[in-house]
């Protein structure tokens, strides 16, 4: 009855100038701020199997438990999945919020990357950002339970794209013969319920 421990990824991109594209100056940001969280917001539910790994990593996701249940952005509004903190211009960044504490740190890099270089070239508005309570309402195209995380993750073709046929096979093979393996064994609250 506690809330979970988040895994919370701060990012911005430098070009070659090593200048921040996420800034133009503005408190809102460029255009490429909002395009970057439209492809975080598109890939969200085809990566939940690497921000959320293990049967485990599903418990923390729910109506106001502080964290995010679906692809909200917003400015400074820490119920959001994708945050735009404040600050100055030239540290403008998204916060990614939705990964746990169990997950792998360099998977997650790489699903926040693939997402942020995908918004970008297709130029993926995020729409307008939310204002208030953003995790009151559950998407239900958002896959909160591994198995239908894995299933979403093996038919992406932008994560086979970014992370490759093999990469992506392998990966959900493992987790599915793992939780397969999980279901074999009887827990002490089976006993006690059923038996």
């Not at 255009?31 to 975080?40: E, P, Q, S, W």
């Not at 418990?59 to 735009?84: K, Q, T």
């Not at 997650?108 to 130029?123: D, K, P, Q, R, S």
């Not at 392998?170 to 793992?178: F, P, R």
Request: proline fraction near 6%.
């Amino acid at each position: 009855e506690q809330t979970g421990n988040g895994m919370h990824v701060h990012c911005s991109v430098l070009d070659e100038k090593g200048n921040n594209i996420f800034n133009d100056g503005t408190d809102e940001g460029s255009v490429k701020l909002r395009h970057a969280i439209g492809g975080l917001q598109a890939t969200l539910p085809d990566a939940m199997a690497i921000f959320a790994p293990n049967l485990n990593s599903y418990r923390r996701f729910g109506p106001n438990l502080f964290v995010p249940v679906n692809g909200s952005w917003g400015y400074n509004n820490r119920s959001v999945a994708f945050r735009v903190p404040n600050g100055s211009p030239d540290s403008r960044r998204i916060e990614h919020r939705v990964t746990g504490a169990d997950a792998n740190p360099y998977l997650v890099l790489a699903a926040i990357l693939a997402g942020i270089h995908y918004g970008i070239v297709n130029e993926i508005d995020p729409g307008d950002p939310a204002e208030g309570n953003a995790c009151e309402t559950v998407d239900e195209g958002l896959p909160l339970y591994l198995p239908s995380a894995l299933k979403r993750f093996r038919n992406s073709q932008v994560m086979r794209q970014y992370l490759t046929d093999r990469y992506v096979d392998v990966y959900a093979e493992t987790k599915i013969l793992e939780f397969e393996k999980f279901q074999e064994a009887i827990s002490p609250l089976e006993y006690d319920w059923y038996l």
